[in-house]
């Protein structure tokens, strides 16, 4: 049986609750310093782009809070252009537009079979 990296796992949790983006990151970090989080946007970006496209999450974006339950689901060709976007993943104190990740309907118990052969997950844990 395969074993979640950090990433994967700490992307799990997050999804569970309805994060935004740039609260992955901070989680991840551990740090409000948005230099540090910066080194794991595409490390998420990976991650996102295929769990989203294996059902195993889904990505909402709107204005209202909280974007995890009133906003619109990211339709899958149009994922990887915004989570790769280094702006989404920024802090806004009263922002325009919340991109949040949340659980999909495939049962993340599925994963470890799809990620046995996973081209994302490296050695190294980092994606």
Known sequence: MKE???????LYVNATEGSCLWEILADRTQSEDEKLWEEYVPVFSRLIVRWQRLGFLKVRRGPEWPVAYVGDDVPTD???ALVQDPASW???????ISIAVILGARPITELEEDMEESPWTTHDGHG
Do not use: F, I
């Open 4 to 10: 979640w990296t950090d990433d994967e796992y700490l």
């Open 78 to 80: 149009r994922v990887a």
């Open 90 to 96: 920024k802090y806004e104190e009263e922002p325009g």
